[in-house]
């Protein structure tokens, strides 16, 4: 838009009453402009009637109304900040290496062989780091607290809840008459559809005919579209035999008949009249039974869980590489009294075979292997204890849900018995990692896991608690592992005692790496001490930086993953200060280096050291006292000439980038008071170098985030509208036909 | 296929006014809001609801905080401590009447019409006696402490109910005296708890919302609080009350507007519990209206919104001034427009036929800036004040602008070279007769002005001498009852029309002596009024539209109806497809006869009389145009007399420029949005 000079010469021309001024543009809102309005005139107290009084914007800070402005950019950088850190602590305490004793507390006369040892601290550290590259996944709730989906008719009445076509929405079935499909994000009713039958199954979505159905009255199936609202009035398939449900698992669906058959759906309907003859059970159970279905490596089992003379008898149909088999066998406990509180089909400890995870009353876990295929005779099924469970009461029911390979979800009562308690159980390390106590627990309540939520009965509403997979930190595993030892009563206990540095176990990258030659019998000497690297570094590189040994430091660099914060600030401070003489003369050419950064080799070094790994965190103490002033803004100047286009690396720019990104915010941070004291114009005008260097790469930001729609849209394969900013421009002319 | 170029004009950004006070005439259905700069808008809600009138504020009237229709006249009080009664004909104030207790803000009648209440910042409550002619200060009740901020009569009249700091009051009329006191507590210790708002039923249950949000139900028989809800996050500011009683609304800082309904809990016993609540405004409400069932908010965003069900409907209507706003000097391709407080001139752009990768025409010539243009007067204070701006017009060939404030007409020569600096010379010795008009308007051809006074009555004056000389003044009091609304002028500069909200509709014609002579008047149509009209460029047909969409052509030289809007009627047709917006303008193609082209919010219907009606209650093919030329193909087929394209929002005006050039303005939501202050900040799922 062109905002014409004329406009200012006509201000000119002047009139008696009339005049041209620049149109003000604050305004101030209206319960505020009264309220400050009167607060003024009592104040001041010149009221003078008759008189139109105008008021100052600039004295609106005093007004009570309650408004907050959107995020304020500090809170921004704050929380960058912690996340950094999280970040790189992480990476430090990887790299330490753990050295653990493994004894077995049941026999802690048994001194496992070193072997032994090897293998078990071995499988722990690789579980532990498989899980880290594959950044998966303590689960967390995602805040302290769940919102209601939608109220319940009674919790009884539910009769269960299922997985929609479209991500993000649930069918839930809530009562015999009536099924709704809701949107999670906002809990809004989708479609809703009605019957005059009686649902006697949750409704679910057939994936492999793009359909819905559920049984009614234990006896018809219907499937449809989704857009009907009542469905009574489509076609029904009738059955010989009453049918107990209908269950999802992996996209199949599968009928199972009150007597125990059970069998996909779309075979069970064209087969409705000899389906269902040949039982599972020989007794009579007439749907007296629980239904566990699981999907683990890419095979289904679909568990049923009789409990019929005081026995508990669990069926399990598989269909295992195209396979299908059964199995049956009895779940049973030394001491008859004990009861089953709960059951789950699931991974253990880090196996990738299959077991039915057993809870009892006395709150041992107990499972069972269901790796049948790979036995010609049904194994006996004796099981193992797998661990004692203190964190839900079990004298009540637990429900258990499966989230991923090292977590299940268990909803149960507390264990103080006040209330009831979602947690997250690691599987692996048998922990619980993250609880949210509810208010009621509600008995035999069940849980479902839609996508990245697990649903619930809450009292009379549905509870939709969201949990998300972080990136798994060995601290906070170790650390949660010691509780559990001390809490529980497990069979093997770590003792955190070094006994003896066993570096061959774990070396396998370093192994890899050769030390080069200029440090290497210092390194050598001192690892086979036992040390770290990062307590060898900070051994030897104080010597080399006394001795001035440019190429040694810059193996040590090049060699080292873990060097401590205090270090590469004292390497900073060195290769800022150190001598010309130091470097090999070959010089850069580049007047916008500041003078002293114009070799070569010490801009490598710089860069090298710039590359490292570091926490923010730990390391603006250093900064702070180990640069001076002077230090700092050749740095700075030196990022600031890397991030204006100079960049000589071709690896990776992004990492490259954001590593000068966090260097320029440690460097401000940590002479944060000195800038703003400052009246230097070096100083200034560095800072406002950077600043427009910020402002050019936050309006990239700004097109880039105009580009991420698009792209997203194109992905989906949908029409990119090339008009959208249209609406934006001042003044357009096109062409319009009106007829 | 294209027929025509159109100019997307956005840079009209009218400053959002926000809504302070709305007070309903019941018997006619007139809303008269109130805005931020004091500008009273009177809305005819009847049907479509739309501004019938404006009255500007004045320089010593810069704050409205209360205000009530007291039989058919409009009251106002404002922080400045007047009572001012408004001339609903003159469009200006009409007596003043100085307050005790300086700073009022809180206004309210009795049911008679006789008497009026005003709470002040020093805690008088005034009472004034209404007659024909007169409002006469008649006593006021006992001084109280702190300032008054809401006070209520009661349906029988006896008491009042007032609110103010911490505490609410009940006060017996006739004697003066407050009979109960009743405190609100509050939120924290240090701040005091205002009563914002407030209500008294017929059995002298009192209904106050307060800065805590708190709605709390009192009895005033006894003076004890009866139930309280922690109804809102912030403040209520607005609270109304169903005719029946059964019903409330409330709202406030935290714009959710929520109802609470009457229920009988045992025979003769009541209870009030909480029933829906609607999000309508992101911004504060500051008043609530309800209208047959339908509720009116308005507040800081300047939309009147009107949310009613069922069907569940909301409609908001947004801060546009009334028409005319815009003026177009075709010959140099000049915009005018008018905003409240100043003017702008910009010059339109030029197109060349390439168009650039988006369909859009490339811009040969960028628009331009030319001028603003405001009055600046020193109030009271001797502070200078921007004077608001009543109506304005510029010559088709762009040397003459005109506008009025409410105390002076003032007429500029303007001059702009393409290169050159623009000049603006003020016409220094206006004839006195030249003063404070409603509608001005010149004629096609530049020589003539043609103004209605505020008196009534037209005026003609000729501009050859470059000064304006009165040639002929109309006299329309026989034939037009009411304010001048509308004059129009056709393209030829023969035919005059003038209308007024009452439907009198007047033709006037130049006849061989250049003297402006009444040809014909139009039957009134008296179930509703007119919303727009406009004259054909062959002169031969004026269409008026009226508030319930409905259309008349009216044949000029036949002096009746013509066929087309007989069958029209015939059939009671609808052509609109949403009736929620009053049509704003009606233009016409030149080059294709009789083809009407009307406007309103968001749709543009084109009336084709050549093409067969449509069945009765058929629907009216609509046009999505939001990508541009995308949907252009699909118009082909339409073969009815109507069909809709909505592709703007907030249309304010459309007209041609030249024979194949539309100039559509447009106050994109977003520019309105954008001068708005911050809203309450609420934590809401998936935002942190």
């Given at each position: 838009?062109?905002?014409?000079?004329?406009?200012?010469?006509?201000?000119?021309?002047?009139?008696?009453?009339?005049?041209?001024?620049?149109?003000?543009?604050?305004?101030?809102?209206g319960a505020?402009r009264r309220k400050?309005r009167k607060?003024?005139r009592t104040?001041?107290?010149?009221?003078?009637p008759?008189?139109?009084?105008?008021?100052?914007?600039?004295?609106?800070?005093?007004?009570?109304?309650?408004?907050?402005?959107?995020?304020?950019?500090?809170?921004?950088?704050?929380?960058?900040?912690?996340?950094?850190?999280?970040?790189?602590?992480?990476?430090?305490?990887?790299?330490?290496?753990?050295?653990?004793?493994?004894?077995?507390?049941?026999?802690?006369?048994?001194?496992?062989?070193?072997?032994?040892?090897?293998?078990?601290?071995?499988?722990?550290?690789?579980?532990?780091?498989?899980?880290?590259?594959?950044?998966?996944?303590?689960?967390?709730?995602?805040?302290?607290?769940?919102?209601?989906?939608?109220?319940?008719?009674?919790?009884?009445?539910?009769?269960?809840?299922?997985?929609?076509?479209?991500?993000?929405?649930?069918?839930?079935?809530?009562?015999?008459?009536?099924?709704?499909?809701?949107?999670?994000?906002?809990?809004?009713?989708?479609?809703?559809?009605?019957?005059?039958?009686?649902?006697?199954?949750?409704?679910?979505?057939?994936?492999?005919?793009?359909?819905?159905?559920?049984?009614?009255?234990?006896?018809?199936?219907?499937?449809?579209?989704?857009?009907?609202?009542?469905?009574?009035?489509?076609?029904?398939?009738?059955?010989?035999?009453?049918?107990?449900?209908?269950?999802?698992?992996?996209?199949?669906?599968?009928?199972?008949?009150?007597?125990?058959?059970?069998?996909?759906?779309?075979?069970?309907?064209?087969?409705?009249?000899?389906?269902?003859?040949?039982?599972?059970?020989?007794?009579?159970?007439?749907?007296?039974?629980?239904?566990?279905?699981?999907?683990?490596?890419?095979?289904?089992?679909?568990?049923?869980?009789?409990?019929?003379?005081?026995?508990?008898?669990?069926?399990?149909?598989?269909?295992?590489?195209?396979?299908?088999?059964?199995?049956?066998?009895?779940?049973?406990?030394?001491?008859?009294?004990?009861?089953?509180?709960?059951?789950?089909?699931?991974?253990?400890?880090?196996?990738?075979?299959?077991?039915?995870?057993?809870?009892?009353?006395?709150?041992?876990?107990?499972?069972?292997?269901?790796?049948?295929?790979?036995?010609?005779?049904?194994?006996?099924?004796?099981?193992?204890?797998?661990?004692?469970?203190?964190?839900?009461?079990?004298?009540?029911?637990?429900?258990?849900?499966?989230?991923?390979?090292?977590?299940?979800?268990?909803?149960?009562?507390?264990?103080?018995?006040?209330?009831?308690?979602?947690?997250?159980?690691?599987?692996?390390?048998?922990?619980?990692?993250?609880?949210?106590?509810?208010?009621?627990?509600?008995?035999?309540?069940?849980?479902?896991?839609?996508?990245?939520?697990?649903?619930?009965?809450?009292?009379?509403?549905?509870?939709?608690?969201?949990?998300?997979?972080?990136?798994?930190?060995?601290?906070?595993?170790?650390?949660?592992?010691?509780?559990?030892?001390?809490?529980?009563?497990?069979?093997?206990?770590?003792?955190?005692?070094?006994?003896?540095?066993?570096?061959?176990?774990?070396?396998?990258?370093?192994?890899?790496?050769?030390?080069?030659?200029?440090?290497?019998?210092?390194?050598?000497?001192?690892?086979?001490?036992?040390?770290?690297?990062?307590?060898?570094?900070?051994?030897?590189?104080?010597?080399?930086?006394?001795?001035?040994?440019?190429?040694?430091?810059?193996?040590?660099?090049?060699?080292?993953?873990?060097?401590?914060?205090?270090?590469?600030?004292?390497?900073?401070?060195?290769?800022?200060?150190?001598?010309?003489?130091?470097?090999?003369?070959?010089?850069?050419?580049?007047?916008?280096?500041?003078?002293?950064?114009?070799?070569?080799?010490?801009?490598?070094?710089?860069?090298?050291?710039?590359?490292?790994?570091?926490?923010?965190?730990?390391?603006?103490?250093?900064?702070?006292?180990?640069?001076?002033?002077?230090?700092?803004?050749?740095?700075?100047?030196?990022?600031?000439?890397?991030?204006?286009?100079?960049?000589?690396?071709?690896?990776?720019?992004?990492?490259?980038?954001?590593?000068?990104?966090?260097?320029?915010?440690?460097?401000?941070?940590?002479?944060?008071?000195?800038?703003?004291?400052?009246?230097?114009?070096?100083?200034?005008?560095?800072?406002?170098?950077?600043?427009?260097?910020?402002?050019?790469?936050?309006?990239?930001?700004?097109?880039?985030?105009?580009?991420?729609?698009?792209?997203?849209?194109?992905?989906?394969?949908?029409?990119?509208?090339?008009?959208?900013?249209?609406?934006?421009?001042?003044?357009?002319?096109?062409?319009?036909?009106?007829? | 296929?294209?027929?025509?170029?159109?100019?997307?004009?956005?840079?009209?950004?009218?400053?959002?006014?926000?809504i302070y006070c709305m007070s309903l005439?019941?018997?006619?259905?007139?809303?008269a809001v109130s805005?931020a700069?004091a500008?009273i808008?009177?809305?005819?809600?009847?049907?479509?609801?739309?501004?019938?009138?404006?009255?500007?504020?004045?320089?010593?009237n810069?704050s409205i905080e209360g205000l009530t229709w007291c039989?058919?006249?409009l009251f106002s009080v404002g922080l400045n401590g007047l009572l001012i009664e408004?001339?609903?004909?003159?469009?200006?104030?009409?007596?003043?009447v100085t307050v005790t207790g300086e700073a009022a803000c809180c206004i309210d009648v009795t049911k008679?019409?006789?008497r009026l209440a005003v709470g002040t910042e020093q805690g008088y409550i005034n009472i004034f006696?209404v007659?024909?002619?007169?409002v006469?200060f008649e006593k006021f009740l006992d001084k109280q402490e702190g300032r008054i901020l809401c006070l209520k009569y009661d349906?029988?009249c006896?008491f009042i109910a007032s609110g103010s700091l911490d505490a609410i009051r009940i006060w017996?009329v006739?004697?003066?005296?407050a009979?109960?006191?009743?405190?609100t507590?509050?939120?924290?210790?240090?701040?005091p708890t205002i009563v914002w708002c407030i209500h008294i039923?017929?059995?002298?249950?009192i209904i106050s919302g307060d800065s805590?949000?708190?709605?709390?139900?009192?009895?005033?028989?006894?003076?004890?609080?009866?139930?309280?809800?922690?109804?809102?996050?912030?403040d209520i500011l607005a609270m109304c009350v169903?005719?029946?009683?059964?019903?409330?609304?409330c709202?406030g800082?935290?714009?959710?507007?929520?109802?609470?309904?009457?229920?009988?809990?045992?025979?003769?016993?009541?209870?009030?519990?909480?029933?829906?609540?609607?999000?309508?405004?992101?911004?504060d409400v500051r008043d609530l209206i309800?209208?047959?069932?339908?509720?009116?908010?308005g507040g800081?965003?300047?939309?009147?919104?009107?949310?009613?069900?069922?069907?569940?409907?909301?409609?908001?209507?947004?801060?546009?001034?009334?028409?005319?706003?815009?003026?177009?000097?075709?010959?140099?391709?000049?915009?005018?427009?008018?905003?409240?407080?100043?003017?702008?001139?910009?010059?339109?752009?030029?197109?060349?036929?390439?168009?650039?990768?988006?369909?859009?025409?490339?811009?040969?010539?960028?628009?331009?800036?030319?001028?603003?243009?405001?009055?600046?007067?020193?109030?009271?204070?001797?502070?200078?004040?921007?004077?608001?701006?009543?109506?304005?017009?510029?010559?088709?060939?762009?040397?003459?602008?005109?506008?009025?404030?409410?105390?002076?007409?003032?007429?500029?020569?303007?001059?702009?070279?393409?290169?050159?600096?623009?000049?603006?010379?003020?016409?220094?010795?206006?004839?006195?007769?030249?003063?404070?008009?409603?509608?001005?308007?010149?004629?096609?051809?530049?020589?003539?002005?043609?103004?209605?006074?505020?008196?009534?009555?037209?005026?003609?004056?000729?501009?050859?001498?470059?000064?304006?000389?009165?040639?002929?003044?109309?006299?329309?009091?026989?034939?037009?009852?009411?304010?001048?609304?509308?004059?129009?002028?056709?393209?030829?500069?023969?035919?005059?029309?003038?209308?007024?909200?009452?439907?009198?509709?007047?033709?006037?014609?130049?006849?061989?002596?250049?003297?402006?002579?009444?040809?014909?008047?139009?039957?009134?149509?008296?179930?509703?009024?007119?919303?727009?009209?406009?004259?054909?460029?062959?002169?031969?047909?004026?269409?008026?539209?009226?508030?319930?969409?409905?259309?008349?052509?009216?044949?000029?030289?036949?002096?009746?109806?013509?066929?087309?809007?007989?069958?029209?009627?015939?059939?009671?047709?609808?052509?609109?497809?949403?009736?929620?917006?009053?049509?704003?303008?009606?233009?016409?193609?030149?080059?294709?006869?009789?083809?009407?082209?009307?406007?309103?919010?968001?749709?543009?219907?084109?009336?084709?009389?050549?093409?067969?009606?449509?069945?009765?209650?058929?629907?009216?093919?609509?046009?999505?145009?939001?990508?541009?030329?995308?949907?252009?193909?699909?118009?082909?087929?339409?073969?009815?007399?109507?069909?809709?394209?909505?592709?703007?929002?907030?249309?304010?005006?459309?007209?041609?420029?030249?024979?194949?050039?539309?100039?559509?303005?447009?106050?994109?939501?977003?520019?309105?949005?954008?001068?708005?202050?911050?809203?309450?900040?609420?934590?809401?799922?998936?935002?942190?």
């Open positions: 838009m062109s905002a014409v000079p004329e406009t200012s010469s006509i201000n000119m021309i002047n009139m008696p009453a009339t005049a041209f001024k620049p149109l003000p543009q604050k305004r101030l809102s505020r400050i607060e003024e104040k001041a107290g010149t009221w003078k008759l008189t139109s009084v105008n008021f100052q914007v600039d004295e609106m800070e005093s007004s009570d109304i309650k408004r907050f402005r959107l995020d304020s950019p500090t809170s921004l950088t704050l929380e960058q900040q912690t996340s950094m850190s999280n970040l790189s602590t992480s990476n430090s305490v990887t790299e330490t290496e753990l050295k653990m004793a493994v004894i077995d507390r049941r026999h802690p006369d048994v001194t496992l062989n070193r072997k032994q040892a090897d293998l078990i601290q071995n499988k722990l550290l690789t579980a532990v780091d498989e899980s880290l590259l594959r950044s998966a996944n303590p689960p967390q709730f995602e805040s302290s607290a769940y919102y209601g989906l939608c109220p319940l008719i009674d919790q009884r009445n539910l009769l269960g809840i299922a997985e929609d076509s479209e991500p993000g929405h649930v069918i839930v079935t809530l009562g015999k008459n009536i099924a709704i499909k809701y949107r999670i994000s906002d809990q809004k009713q989708i479609h809703s559809w009605r019957t005059k039958d009686k649902f006697s199954s949750p409704v679910i979505y057939v994936k492999e005919t793009d359909q819905y159905a559920a049984v009614f009255n234990h006896i018809y199936v219907r499937t449809w579209n989704g857009d009907e609202e009542y469905v009574d009035k489509l076609k029904k398939f009738k059955f010989n035999k009453p049918i107990q449900t209908l269950v999802t698992c992996n996209d199949k669906v599968f009928l199972i008949f009150k007597n125990g058959t059970i069998t996909q759906l779309n075979e069970g309907i064209e087969n409705r009249k000899d389906v269902a003859l040949n039982p599972v059970f020989d007794l009579n159970i007439d749907g007296n039974f629980e239904v566990i279905t699981a999907c683990l490596n890419n095979n289904l089992y679909i568990g049923l869980l009789l409990n019929i003379n005081d026995k508990v008898i669990f069926a399990v149909k598989y269909f295992v590489d195209d396979e299908e088999g059964l199995h049956k066998m009895e779940l049973r406990r030394d001491n008859p009294k004990l009861t089953l509180k709960g059951q789950i089909i699931c991974h253990v400890e880090h196996s990738t075979e299959v077991h039915l995870l057993t809870l009892w009353s006395d709150g041992k876990l107990y499972s069972y292997n269901l790796n049948f295929q790979d036995y010609d005779e049904p194994k006996q099924t004796t099981p193992n204890l797998f661990a004692a469970f203190e964190t839900l009461s079990c004298k009540d029911p637990v429900t258990m849900a499966y989230l991923n390979q090292h977590y299940i979800a268990m909803y149960g009562a507390d264990c103080n018995e006040e209330g009831a308690a979602l947690i997250l159980y690691n599987t692996q390390f048998k922990v619980f990692q993250s609880k949210q106590s509810l208010k009621l627990f509600t008995s035999g309540a069940r849980l479902w896991k839609i996508e990245n939520n697990l649903l619930f009965c809450s009292g009379q509403n549905l509870g939709v608690m969201p949990f998300y997979l972080d990136t798994e930190q060995l601290s906070a595993l170790v650390g949660s592992h010691r509780v559990a030892l001390i809490d529980l009563d497990p069979d093997v206990m770590l003792v955190e005692e070094m006994e003896e540095a066993d570096w061959n176990a774990s070396k396998k990258d370093a192994v890899d790496r050769l030390i080069p030659s200029n440090i290497a019998t210092q390194v050598l000497d001192l690892s086979q001490q036992g040390l770290s690297e990062s307590t060898i570094c900070e051994i030897i590189l104080p010597g080399y930086v006394e001795t001035k040994n440019v190429q040694a430091v810059m193996s040590c660099l090049n060699y080292f993953c873990d060097i401590p914060e205090l270090c590469l600030a004292e390497l900073l401070r060195f290769c800022l200060t150190v001598e010309d003489k130091c470097f090999s003369c070959k010089n850069l050419i580049d007047s916008e280096l500041p003078l002293s950064l114009r070799q070569k080799d010490r801009c490598g070094l710089i860069d090298k050291i710039l590359m490292s790994s570091f926490s923010s965190t730990l390391m603006l103490p250093y900064v702070h006292r180990k640069l001076d002033l002077n230090c700092t803004l050749l740095l700075l100047q030196y990022i600031f000439y890397l991030m204006s286009g100079n960049k000589k690396h071709s690896a990776n720019i992004v990492t490259l980038e954001k590593k000068l990104i966090d260097w320029c915010c440690l460097l401000l941070d940590a002479n944060y008071q000195k800038f703003l004291l400052s009246k230097d114009a070096q100083i200034l005008e560095l800072l406002n170098n950077l600043r427009d260097l910020v402002m050019k790469y936050s309006n990239c930001l700004e097109s880039f985030n105009e580009i991420v729609p698009i792209l997203s849209e194109i992905k989906k394969g949908k029409k990119v509208i090339k008009n959208k900013q249209l609406s934006n421009l001042q003044y357009s002319v096109e062409k319009l036909s009106l007829y | 296929m294209s027929n025509c170029q159109v100019h997307n004009v956005r840079f009209y950004k009218p400053k959002p006014e926000a005439h019941k018997s006619t259905k007139k809303l805005r700069d500008v808008e009177i809305w005819n809600l009847k049907h479509v609801p739309y501004i019938e009138r404006t009255i500007v504020g004045t320089l010593d810069s039989g058919d006249s408004y001339d609903l004909f003159r469009l200006t104030r009409k007596r003043v008679d019409n006789k006696k007659n024909e002619d007169d006469l349906p029988s006896q017996d006739e004697t003066g005296h009979l109960h006191r009743m405190t507590g509050r939120a924290t210790a240090k701040e039923l017929q059995d002298l249950t805590r949000g708190k709605l709390t139900f009192w009895d005033g028989k006894i003076g004890a609080q009866i139930e309280s809800f922690q109804s809102h996050k912030c169903s005719d029946k009683e059964d019903s409330l609304y709202a800082v935290d714009p959710n507007i929520v109802n609470y309904a009457k229920i009988k809990v045992t025979e003769g016993k009541y209870k009030w519990v909480k029933s829906v609540h609607r999000k309508v405004h992101d911004h309800l209208c047959d069932e339908k509720l009116y908010s800081i965003d300047g939309y009147l919104a009107c949310t009613y069900y069922p069907p569940k409907t909301l409609v908001k209507y947004p801060p546009v001034l009334q028409n005319p706003c815009i003026t177009i000097a075709k010959k140099v391709r000049y915009i005018l427009l008018r905003f409240s407080k100043h003017l702008e001139v910009w010059s339109l752009g030029k197109s060349s036929d390439r168009a650039d990768n988006n369909n859009l025409l490339h811009l040969a010539e960028e628009p331009m800036h030319l001028l603003s243009l405001q009055r600046l007067v020193k109030n009271n204070d001797s502070e200078e004040v921007k004077e608001s701006i009543i109506c304005a017009s510029m010559s088709s060939d762009g040397k003459w602008i005109v506008f009025s404030t409410n105390s002076v007409l003032r007429i500029f020569g303007f001059n702009y070279q393409v290169g050159e600096t623009p000049t603006l010379s003020p016409i220094e010795d206006l004839p006195k007769s030249c003063s404070v008009s409603l509608q001005v308007v010149f004629t096609p051809n530049s020589r003539n002005l043609i103004l209605a006074p505020q008196n009534g009555g037209l005026q003609v004056y000729d501009l050859i001498e470059g000064i304006p000389i009165l040639v002929q003044t109309i006299s329309t009091q026989a034939v037009l009852q009411d304010t001048i609304t509308f004059l129009e002028i056709s393209q030829s500069g023969q035919h005059l029309v003038a209308a007024d909200p009452q439907s009198n509709i007047v033709m006037w014609t130049l006849n061989k002596e250049s003297e402006w002579e009444q040809t014909c008047k139009l039957p009134i149509y008296s179930d509703s009024s007119p919303t727009s009209l406009s004259i054909h460029p062959s002169c031969k047909n004026l269409v008026v539209m009226y508030a319930d969409h409905k259309m008349i052509e009216f044949d000029m030289s036949r002096k009746r109806l013509t066929r087309f809007s007989k069958s029209l009627h015939k059939k009671q047709m609808s052509i609109w497809p949403s009736k929620s917006y009053p049509v704003r303008n009606i233009i016409f193609d030149q080059k294709k006869g009789n083809v009407i082209i009307l406007h309103d919010d968001s749709h543009i219907v084109v009336a084709d009389p050549n093409k067969p009606l449509p069945r009765q209650n058929a629907k009216i093919p609509k046009i999505e145009l939001t990508n541009l030329s995308d949907g252009n193909g699909s118009l082909k087929s339409c073969s009815s007399a109507f069909h809709a394209i909505k592709k703007y929002k907030h249309l304010v005006y459309l007209g041609w420029l030249s024979e194949d050039e539309l100039v559509a303005v447009e106050v994109s939501p977003l520019s309105i949005l954008e001068q708005l202050p911050p809203c309450l900040k609420q934590a809401k799922f998936g935002t942190k």
